[in-house]
């Protein structure tokens, strides 16, 4: 009569119950203990717990301690209450059940399924479908949570289990974000460096010289390796935080995904598909800055060293090709010069045309036009008119956006209100009769609430040129405080200055940001 060595197995998910042992816990030591004690031929050796842990991976630290003494032959049989104990991946688990088990001569018993791998019991003959449907399990319930928290996210209620850097979670209400007052002037310091013509990588090496504590270290992360560099900024860390809207008090949620319901690797979402609630937070960052950010972003991201940030670096474009043209300093470095990125990288190739031009010349030029252009635009006898109209609809506008805003949280609390009812009915909470009943009513309402925001949105068409007239405002202030600076920054000029292209002629077209120019 053959002995067998024994090692019980235990899981339970954290869904299913707490983070301290769990009752389950105790049930199926029980249940297993009882059922090895009727049976002579196996000896208990080990016990391996998973308390919390989710049965689609097989990334816990009991079963990965399991498979050690596996691996050393200090057990030669593995007992589970059933087999979605043991995990719910299909593939994984009729990897460890038909191959890796018997390669290691693993006898596996998964008792209220009815297998016993060595006497080939009649579960074994529905193994695939067992497993099948213990994966949909996990897939269904994965499917659930996620769109309740898209729902949560839609109403701009916060989901994740910390503040992003430069908030925390308010104390009173989980999903509200308040500003960290801890870092919060190293946030308006990092979009400040922006506009002063840092790069994200500049800005890293500077925090990183200076010793700020980077996110994940600020916030107690625990890596899984920690090196040296672990306490340095990344510049990508840096891209990613000046591009989030949340830092102008809009929640943005949803700009990473997982691969798959059985991974834990996240992939980046595109910015069309972000979630963005408006105005639910405290902002760090006034919207107009954050703009400006993104613009000069775009125009600092070649930039490499700050001490030689052009002026015009970044603004400038090739006519001909569409590519950068790039600021070059002579080999005496006493002249500055223009010259078409592309045809340098190409130039043994032929393509394009040196564009080149002497770069003190063209800054010149570029800032006299401006300043005429200015000046005729600042003298506007009617300007001190349009202003007073503009803030009067603006503040119509603001009041409408406010409206609209409100009734698309509704909507959306209605909509989920409905998917809980749905979901209520498939569990018998309520009845049939129930559930349509509410339903209609719930449907009334969202036609109700439709009905009031297209008006609204017809009320704000209606308004008309108040976009037009405010920007008329706006860019009346940028023009003379650009006439009332010796030395404009790249700030201001990313305020009035889109692209300023280049002939292979030396032709200069300077395309303005505002529409009315």
């Keep these: 009569m053959k002995i067998y060595n024994v090692a019980l197995y235990e899981r339970l998910s954290r869904e ?11 049930n199926q030591r029980e249940f297993l203990m009882n059922y090895i004690n009727h049976n002579d031929t196996l000896v208990f050796m080990d016990e391996y717990v998973d308390d919390g842990y989710s049965g689609g991976n097989f990334d816990r630290p009991g079963w990965k301690r399991l498979m050690e003494d596996v691996k050393n032959k200090k057990i030669d049989t593995i007992i ?37 791998t060595v006497y080939e019991t009649p579960g074994l003959d529905y193994l695939q479908f067992k497993l099948m449907f213990n994966d949909f399990y996990i897939k269904d319930g994965s499917k659930k949570v996620r769109k309740i928290i898209k729902s949560k996210k ?51 090496n500077l925090f990183s010289k200076e010793k700020i504590p980077n996110p994940s270290t600020y916030a107690n992360l625990v ?24 830092y102008i008090g809009h929640l943005t949620q949803g700009r990473r995904k997982k691969v798959s ?38 125009k600092n991201k070649n930039n490499t060293q700050g001490k030689n940030t052009y002026l015009l670096k970044g603004f400038l474009r090739c006519k001909e090709c569409g590519h950068s043209i790039c600021v070059n300093s002579s080999r005496d470095k006493r002249r500055r010069y223009c010259a ?52 009067k609809k603006t503040d119509i506008r603001t009041k409408i956006i406010k409206q609209i805003n409100s009734i698309d949280l509704k909507i959306a609390q209605t909509n989920n209100n ?3 009812l749905y979901l209520d009915k498939l569990n018998g909470v309520i009845t049939l009769e129930q559930y349509s009943r509410l339903v209609l009513k719930l449907k009334g309402e969202l036609e109700n609430l439709d009905s009031k925001k297209q008006k609204l949105v017809l009320e704000l068409e209606n308004l008309g040129s108040s976009d037009s007239k405010k920007e008329k405002e706006e860019l009346a202030l940028k023009m003379k405080e650009f006439l009332s600076l010796k030395e404009p920054s790249r700030e201001l000029l990313a305020n009035l200055i889109d692209v300023i292209n280049i002939s292979k002629d030396k032709t200069v077209e300077i395309n303005y940001k505002f529409r009315c120019l």
Excluded at 85 to 112: S, V
Excluded at 351 to 377: F, G, I, Q, W
Aim: include cysteine; charged fraction near 35%; hydrophobic fraction near 30%.
């Design 16 to 26: 299913d119950g707490d983070n301290e042992e769990s009752e389950s816990i105790s």
């Design 80 to 116: 589970t209450k059933d087999l979605s104990r043991m995990g719910r991946d299909y593939i994984q688990m009729g990897n460890y059940i038909e191959k890796i088990f018997p390669e290691n001569d693993i006898r596996y018993i998964a008792i209220n399924d009815d297998i016993d």
């Design 154 to 204: 839609e109403q701009g209620k916060y989901t994740g289990w910390k503040g992003i850097y430069g908030y925390k979670r308010d104390p009173d209400d989980k999903h509200r974000l308040i500003v960290d007052e801890k870092v919060r002037n190293i946030v308006v310091r990092m979009f400040n460096l922006v506009c002063l013509g840092y790069s994200p990588k500049q800005i890293a």
């Design 223 to 246: 890596r899984a390796t920690k090196t040296k560099t672990s306490s340095l900024w990344c510049p990508r860390t840096i891209d990613e935080l000046l591009q989030n809207p949340t």
């Design 261 to 298: 319901y059985k991974s834990k690797k996240e992939k980046r979402v595109p910015k069309e598909e972000w979630i963005i609630v408006h105005n639910t937070h405290e902002p760090i960052i006034d919207e107009d800055t954050f703009n400006t950010v993104q613009d000069l972003m775009k």
């Design 340 to 391: 078409c990125c592309y045809y340098v990288s190409h130039s043994k190739i032929g393509v394009c045309t040196p564009h080149s031009m002497n770069y003190e010349r063209l800054e010149n030029a570029v800032l006299d036009e401006m300043k005429k252009l200015c000046n005729e635009y600042v003298d506007d006898t009617n300007f001190e008119k349009k202003v007073e109209e503009a803030r």
């Design 418 to 420: 409905m998917d809980n």
